[in-house]
């Protein structure tokens, strides 16, 4: 893996993955893309990551392919931009600070969550180039805020702030900048603090049957959340013998 480029570190449950060209934006050429895809697997294959964090800088996230160097990218199987294409066993979130544009928005629209500090923005800036959506921002971007939304991104591509982000529902919270990595690293260790077997389920059948029809999605859930009954039994017996009442443990919510 190329650390000049893509650096990866284990904070607690969580492998954050920071792209490092300051210089370019964190905009990613053709061996960025390799590092990327090095980390992915990296992760995949580190048992005690049980989430993924990916991350930029101050002023950007990521600004997407670096258009000074296009002739490095290719269209590999796993994605232009080395992991767009595939899909992450466990969660991912994207920790957004500043410009997070074209496919450095295709980047962050691949993880599960995002997370945006209060001055980033985001926008498929690619329009006045000419340069495709090949990294997943046709398909994921309707997915997430609707296709009305997702096609006023794509034909206008103008900019979108974190509040506005917020409200189209594009990132799952808004927080000062300096907390957007902190945030996703608490996100991060709430989630492994999950019982694993039934929350990497129940992703997958939320991923996997999104478009799907609602009777093939039903069956989709049964057979994933029924693979983990043993888990929901125990949890529930658990709860039986007094642990959890009145919402305790329940992220946002004040215990009576």
Same mark, same amino acid.
């Given at each position: 893996?190329?650390?000049?480029? %893509?650096?990866?570190?284990?904070?607690? +449950?969580?492998?954050?993955?920071?792209?490092?060209?300051?210089?370019?934006?964190?905009?990613?050429?053709?061996?960025?893309?390799?590092?990327?895809?090095?980390?992915?697997?990296? #992760?995949?294959?580190?048992?005690?990551?049980?989430?993924?964090?990916?991350?930029?800088?101050?002023?950007?996230?990521? +600004?997407?392919?670096?258009?000074?160097?296009?002739?490095?990218?290719?269209?590999?199987?796993?994605?232009?931009?080395?992991?767009?294409?595939?899909?992450?066993?466990?969660?991912?979130?994207?920790?957004?600070?500043?410009?997070?544009?074209?496919?450095?928005?295709?980047?962050?629209?691949?993880?599960?969550?995002?997370?945006?500090?209060?001055?980033?923005?985001?926008?498929?800036?690619?329009?006045?180039?000419?340069?495709?959506?090949?990294?997943?921002?046709?398909?994921?971007?309707?997915?997430?805020?609707?296709?009305?939304?997702?096609?006023?991104?794509?034909?206008?591509? /103008?900019?979108?702030?974190?509040?506005? +982000?917020?409200?189209?529902?594009?990132?799952?919270?808004?927080?000062?900048?300096?907390?957007?990595?902190?945030?996703?690293?608490?996100?991060?260790?709430? %989630?492994?603090? #999950?019982?694993?077997?039934?929350?990497?389920?129940?992703?997958?059948?939320? %991923?996997?049957?999104?478009?799907?029809?609602?009777?093939?999605?039903?069956?989709?859930?049964?057979?994933?959340?029924?693979?983990?009954?043993?888990?929901?039994?125990?949890?529930?017996? /658990? #709860?039986? +013998?007094?642990?959890?009442?009145?919402?305790?443990?329940?992220?946002?919510?004040?215990?009576?």
């Amino acid at each position: 893996m190329s650390e000049d480029r %893509i650096a990866y570190e284990r904070r607690g +449950a969580a492998a954050l993955l920071r792209i490092t060209r300051p210089e370019r934006r964190n905009a990613v050429d053709g061996p960025t893309a390799d590092a990327l895809h090095a980390a992915f697997e990296r #992760f995949v294959a580190d048992e005690g990551a049980r989430v993924l964090v990916l991350a930029g800088d101050a002023t950007a996230f990521c +600004a997407g392919a670096d258009l000074k160097a296009m002739e490095t990218l290719r269209d590999r199987d796993e994605g232009p931009l080395g992991i767009t294409r595939l899909h992450a066993p466990k969660p991912t979130i994207a920790a957004v600070t500043g410009f997070c544009v074209a496919g450095g928005l295709e980047l962050a629209l691949w993880c599960d969550l995002r997370v945006a500090g209060e001055t980033a923005v985001f926008g498929c800036f690619e329009r006045r180039w000419g340069v495709p959506l090949v990294d997943g921002g046709t398909q994921r971007l309707p997915r997430v805020v609707g296709l009305g939304r997702a096609l006023e991104m794509i034909l206008l591509g /103008r900019a979108v702030g974190a509040r506005e +982000a917020l409200g189209f529902g594009l990132v799952n919270a808004v927080v000062p900048d300096d907390r957007a990595l902190a945030t996703a690293l608490e996100w991060a260790e709430l %989630i492994a603090s #999950f019982p694993q077997e039934t929350m990497l389920a129940d992703r997958e059948a939320a %991923i996997r049957g999104c478009g799907l029809p609602l009777d093939e999605g039903l069956a989709l859930e049964r057979r994933l959340g029924g693979a983990t009954v043993a888990v929901g039994r125990a949890g529930a017996a /658990r #709860f039986a +013998a007094g642990q959890g009442r009145g919402g305790t443990g329940v992220p946002g919510i004040e215990t009576r």
